[in-house]
C-alpha cells in the first residue's frame, strides 16, 4: 500500500517526456523562404498571431543553429540541393514544415522545372496547405508539430542520441566507436 502523501507530493516522468516537452516549446526555425509565401509566414510573427507564444520566436539563419525547417514557397529542381544541404547541415533532432501548396506538391506550377513536393528530397512532419496558406494554418501546424514532439519524440531516434554522448576519455577509442 502507497501512502498518500508520497503519491501527492511527487510526480514521475520519463527522461524520454520530459526531454520531449523541453524540445516541443524552443523550437529554433530555419526560414527557407522562395516566393509569396513568405508574406504569409511573416505575419504569423507579427503581434496579431504573435508565433512567440508557441515557443518559436527567433529564427535562425544559420542552419546549424536550428531544428525547425520551413520550407516556404516553391522549389526548382536547380534550388533542390542547396535545400537539401541546409537539411543536412541542421541539429540533430530536425522538424520541417512544408509551407504551403507550391513546397508540398509543386501547386499550380506542373512543369519540368519544380520539384513536385519537397518530400521527393527531405522528410516531411508537417503539411500546410493553401495558396498562401492563412497565417492561423500555420499556428494550427506549429501545434501539430508540438503535439508530433511531445507524443513520438524526435525522428530515427529515442531519448538521447547515443553518437552524441560518448563516456571515453580517449579521442581516438571514441572515433573508433562511432563510426
Not at 6 to 26: I, P, V
Not at 92 to 113: D, H, L, M
Not at 121 to 127: H, N
Request: proline share 7%; glycine share 6%.
Amino acid at each position: 500500500m502507497v501512502n498518500s502523501s508520497f503519491t501527492d507530493a511527487y510526480m514521475t516522468t520519463t527522461l524520454d517526456s520530459m526531454m520531449n516537452w523541453g524540445r516541443k516549446f524552443s523550437l529554433f526555425q530555419y526560414p527557407f523562404v522562395t516566393a509569396c509565401c513568405g508574406m504569409e509566414y511573416m505575419a504569423v510573427a507579427c503581434s496579431h498571431y504573435d508565433i512567440a507564444r508557441f515557443g518559436a520566436e527567433v529564427p535562425r539563419f544559420s542552419p546549424r543553429q536550428a531544428d525547425l525547417l520551413f520550407v516556404v514557397g516553391t522549389i526548382s529542381h536547380k534550388l533542390s540541393p542547396v535545400l537539401k544541404m541546409v537539411y543536412d547541415q541542421m541539429t540533430e533532432p530536425k522538424w520541417v514544415i512544408s509551407f504551403g501548396a507550391c513546397a508540398s506538391s509543386g501547386g499550380f506550377y506542373q512543369n519540368y522545372a519544380t520539384l513536385q513536393g519537397i518530400d521527393r528530397i527531405i522528410p516531411v512532419d508537417v503539411y500546410i496547405a493553401g495558396c498562401p496558406p492563412r497565417p492561423e494554418a500555420v499556428l494550427d501546424a506549429l501545434i501539430k508539430l508540438q503535439n508530433l514532439i511531445q507524443h513520438e519524440g524526435p525522428r530515427g531516434i529515442k531519448g538521447i542520441n547515443p553518437r552524441a554522448v560518448a563516456f571515453d576519455k580517449d579521442p581516438s577509442e571514441q572515433k573508433d566507436k562511432l563510426t
